[in-house]
């Protein structure tokens, strides 16, 4: 079993930036690949950035392609979610998620979720 807790959403600016973290307890973190996803009102939970166990393969959706940067800290336990020049369409619900593969975005193939935290971007 493994335990992700998010903090950093929040509400901000179009054009701003917040810094999501997510800490994970429970097994070796770093024998896990880490992912974010998120959900906005009314719509399927999608696939944002992925980061391989050790750090060094990432992957990103288009949309936040540019903006967004994923990283980790293995011997904190946490990944991170840089995100910059924020939109309006970025407002969503912000998952954490453990996964075995970097390369596999499909939220149906990740193993464990953090309760998610709210990103609200204001024009």
């Known amino acids: 079993q493994v335990q992700l807790v998010e903090s950093g959403g929040g509400l901000v600016q179009a054009g701003g930036s917040l810094r999501l973290s997510c800490a994970a307890s429970?097994?070796?973190?770093?024998?896990?690949?880490m992912g974010w996803f998120r959900q906005a009102p009314g719509k399927e939970r999608g696939y944002v950035a992925t980061?391989?166990?050790?750090?060094?393969?990432?992957t990103y959706a288009d949309s936040v392609k540019g903006r967004f940067t994923i990283s980790r800290d293995n011997a904190k336990n946490t990944v991170y979610l840089q995100m910059n020049n924020l939109k309006r369409e970025d407002t969503a619900v912000y998952y954490c998620?453990?996964?075995?593969?970097?390369?596999?975005?499909?939220?149906?193939?990740?193993?464990?979720w953090g309760q998610g935290t709210q990103v609200t971007v204001s024009s």
């Open positions: 429970g097994r070796t973190f770093s024998n896990y690949a």
């Open positions: 998620a453990v996964g075995t593969y970097v390369y596999i975005v499909s939220p149906s193939s990740w193993d464990y």
């Open positions: 980061i391989s166990r050790s750090g060094d393969t990432t």
